[in-house]
């Protein structure tokens, strides 16, 4: 068990038994691979609104075009023709974000080193970006950088979870939500992957 964990299961069992419970059970979740921060984005743009399945498959698709002609970076996206990456199995708005990114990737170097700002500002200069809502920049705080204390409110798996753990209405404000979240700070990325564990569990 790494520390970190460790003192995740500490901290829960003080705090909130009820997760610390599930968390046992879970035990030591594992982490995919990091991916490159574009490629990242472009997977969590390709994400939005479908289901992982779907996702998966255009985004292996995607990646397969890009490893073809040169590599998933800006430059390769902004010289492909949108018939092209529409033909990947992108949505016409999805192509339009996409290329968003990569323009965006050129002209703001903030996007350069995402890693070196608070998270705060890692959601500012993401949203900046048209098609990159507060969602997309939380799961890329969360799953890219692995910041330890994000929380998503908004998050349809995470409100189901605590719905089906704490009996909390889906109707919750995100004030609500946010506000019965800080009982796992500062480990509230953690709980939110252990949340949308009970759920993969259920469901």
């Not at 299961?9 to 995919?32: M, N, T």
């Not at 969602?135 to 204390?149: C, E, I, N, S, V």
Request: one cysteine or more; aromatic letters at 8%.
């Amino acid at each position: 068990m790494n520390e970190h964990h460790a003192a995740f299961i500490a901290h829960l069992e003080g705090s909130d038994p009820i997760l610390w419970k599930a968390v046992k059970l879970h035990g030591e979740l594992p982490w995919s691979p990091q991916r490159p921060h574009f490629e990242a984005l472009c997977r969590a743009i390709i994400g939005q609104q479908l289901s992982t399945k779907a996702a998966a498959t255009i985004a292996q698709r995607f990646q397969t075009w890009a490893d073809s002609v040169g590599g998933l970076r800006p430059e390769v996206v902004l010289n492909a023709p949108s018939t092209e990456l529409r033909k990947l199995g992108l949505s016409g708005q999805k192509t339009t974000y996409i290329v968003a990114l990569a323009e965006a990737w050129h002209q703001d170097a903030t996007l350069h080193q995402l890693e070196l700002l608070e998270d705060s500002e890692v959601i500012r200069a993401l949203t900046a970006v048209k098609g990159i809502g507060e969602w997309t920049a939380q799961m890329f705080l969360l799953f890219t950088l692995r910041r330890p204390d994000v929380f998503a409110p908004r998050d349809l798996g995470i409100k189901k979870a605590m719905e089906r753990l704490y009996g909390l209405p889906m109707a919750s404000s995100d004030r609500e939500l946010m506000a019965f979240s800080e009982r796992w700070s500062p480990f509230r990325s953690m709980a939110c992957r252990h949340l949308w564990q009970v759920l993969d569990a259920v469901d």
